[in-house]
């Protein structure tokens, strides 16, 4: 299993609403990431989880609140979110932090704030 | 500063040619860790070639090699023959350092097949 999934792959919310994306991964990796991806920009590092502990927060605003409860699984927690964070939220993994490891990267769940 | 430079936003190629998408990388660290990637409309990132900074040979994959000159720091990514399949973004990415936890992207290129 080489996968990694991301659900949902839509979301629609409100400002006032709280909600959660989810992403897992079953490569035994013990890396993952959350990146943020503007229409027609490249994705930007949100968080980054290193053996289940929180090691790069990039300066991300508090109404979004990463969880990573074990080493599959990844989630988002989204609450009072602004249009602006309209974007594609992609999810990614690594077996660990190095140089040379590439990410592997789920399909992305399209969120629009309204 | 930009740490990722992708100079052509947009390419067209026809059909079974070859393209050469560039991409030029600013570190002053001597480990580092060069991807590209390409994602199609539907969203996904994928990984199409890796090459390393102590790599002494170009990366190659199947229709897909890097020309790596490290001299010139840059990394363009050389597809062969290409299909139509091929159009879609493509990004140049860098892990850097010790740690290396980021995986930072250039602003990519729109490469379009014309059949």
């Known amino acids: 299993d080489t996968e990694v999934t991301q659900t949902p792959k839509h979301l629609v919310m409100g400002m006032t609403n709280k909600k959660s994306l989810k992403c897992e991964q079953h490569m035994g990796h013990r890396a993952m990431y959350w990146y943020k991806q503007k229409a027609k920009k490249p994705p930007e590092l949100m968080f980054v989880?290193?053996?289940?502990?929180?090691?790069i927060n990039e300066s991300v605003p508090s109404r979004f609140s990463p969880e990573c409860p074990n080493s599959s699984l990844l989630n988002l927690h989204l609450h009072a979110l602004q249009p602006e964070d309209s974007a594609l939220y992609l999810c990614?993994?690594?077996?660990?932090?190095?140089?040379?490891?590439?990410?592997?990267f789920g399909s992305g769940t399209q969120l629009s704030v309204l | 500063a930009q740490k990722i430079t992708q100079t052509q936003p947009g390419m067209f190629v026809q059909e079974k040619e070859a393209v050469t998408l560039d991409c030029t990388y600013d570190?002053?660290?001597?480990?580092?860790?060069l991807f590209w990637y390409k994602q199609p409309s539907s969203g996904e990132m994928i990984f199409l070639i890796y090459?390393?900074?102590?790599?002494?040979q170009n990366a190659t994959e199947g229709r897909y090699s890097l020309n790596f000159q490290k001299a010139r720091k840059s990394a363009n990514l050389v597809i062969s023959a290409s299909q139509l399949g091929d159009s879609a973004m493509y990004f140049c990415a860098m892990r850097e350092g010790r740690g290396a936890q980021k995986l930072v992207f250039g602003q990519g290129t729109r490469l379009t097949i014309n059949p």
């Open positions: 570190t002053s660290d001597p480990s580092y860790g």
């Open positions: 989880y290193s053996y289940e502990k929180l090691s």
């Open positions: 090459q390393g900074s102590y790599d002494q």
């Open positions: 990614a993994s690594s077996p660990v932090v190095l140089t040379n490891e590439k990410l592997f």
